[in-house]
């Protein structure tokens, strides 16, 4: 009965299609802890579990050293529970039925036999019993995790990186990797994962709000001509006319210029004294909708927002200019905002030119020098990555040890809570159909065997079918999911 689980207990948020759900959809941000779209499908009922398939291969060991555990449990308990009526145990040992192990506990049939009711039904349910106070064990220890690692780990100290998807632009020979500690995001202070998507939360916006302090001059000098700015996919591009410039170290940045914004406002006054009707506005055809939308990148157009609510092209702002500026440095600079002075002593807060959905994000990493520099999605910085608050006090602790507990923990809860309620099911096969025996000849006592072996075979046909259906169920529901 090892061979199925009840309900799957890893805490991850997949929609029935297998995609992942975003932040702002009503949820709170701190409730996207560690949700990575890569652990597929949540399903409940009895599901077959396949290693490879519904597991990954690597977790194949733990997968067999639950089973055998649990197994060995269970057995016990009806062992234990024998020998404590005075029934003799002839035989105990384990088995393996193709690659799921299991075990198997022999009682003498005579001596069960002359045994009350009492014994034989604390006898067929101690296995369950076991099951379940060994699940229970396992969610007191998940539970105390924290507690239990303090002597070898530390909290507050920034978010550990355990695990990167590899569909994410996060991983790479220059990006975040198994171990490294995040201890800043875009200079917001991260101690623990609520930072995190704290930090995370302030740069979801629909527009830049926030940037970097840099030299004007500098700005100046690397300032595209208006002509030389296009939009590719909802980002701004203005690097083109610079030489020995690639794409790969400099993106396009904008800030506000004050002159710009002094003929823009001059302008609009102008045009505020005049009486005549602006058909294009009156329209509304005048100004580009807002298309960005991050599930939907190739179809986006840039975007930003007036002071009167209205939505803008960005290259339709006077007020603004566009610089190719290398994101590395930039992010070195002093942190601005749309809060703070634009200009002020020689300097010029500079934002990055995108309207996509995609960020700029400075990791900086403890013990590494260089900090990890991603444009991409904000979505992968917050789904796409696996993060634990337990840091370890030396380098020479491995830092996958909590992470490897609480996964062995949520095996064991999952797969020993299984098998002691699948047992508990008045089923042919299972410790339930000697229990329903059991509980009809107690209750039932005064009638005649005859209607009590009836009795009991209608509770274990009704038991098998249910069991049946529900198992049908649950592969109907693993083919259609794992074979499109």
Sequence with gaps: MALFSIKSFFDVRISPEGNYKTVGEGDDVEQALSYVPYQHHVQSGITPVIPGVNIPMSHLPLFMFVLVISGIIH??????????????????????????????????????????????????????WHNLILALLGYFVYISISFL??????????????DVSTASGLIGPNGLKLGHVITRLNGCEVRDKIEYLRCLALHDNLSPKYGYYLSTTDVFSLTASSNRISSVGGEMACCQEFENITSASHICFQYYNEKLSTNAQTNASLKHSTQMVNFGESLGIKNRAYRANINNVNNAEPTTQTNNGRKLDPLSREELSFACLPAREVTQHFPCSDMTPQQKD??????????????????????????????GQLTEARFLLNLQDLVPRSQWIPYFIPGQLELSCKYFITFSLALGLLNAVPCHGLDGQFMARTLVD?????????????????????????????????????LIIYSF
């Design 75 to 128: 057995e016990l308990g009806h062992a234990f529970a024998a020998i404590n009526a005075n029934v003799r145990v002839t035989g105990f040992g384990i088995f393996i039925y193709g690659i799921y192990p299991g075990a198997f506990t022999e009682i003498d049939t005579d001596e069960l036999e002359r045994a009350t009711s009492a014994q034989k039904l604390r006898i067929y349910s101690a296995g369950i």
């Design 149 to 162: 690692c303090l002597p070898l780990f530390h909290t507050g100290a920034g978010v550990l990186v355990t």
């Design 346 to 375: 020689g300097l010029t807060c500079v934002y990055p030119a995108m309207y996509n959905g995609t960020v700029l994000l400075r990791f900086d990493v403890r013990n590494v020098s260089n900090p990890v520099i991603f444009i």
């Design 442 to 478: 107690y209750f039932f006592n005064g009638q005649p065997l005859y209607h009590r072996e009836k009795i009991a075979s209608i509770m274990i046909i009704y038991g098998t079918a249910v069991f049946a259906l529900n198992l049908v169920i649950g592969f109907v529901k693993f």
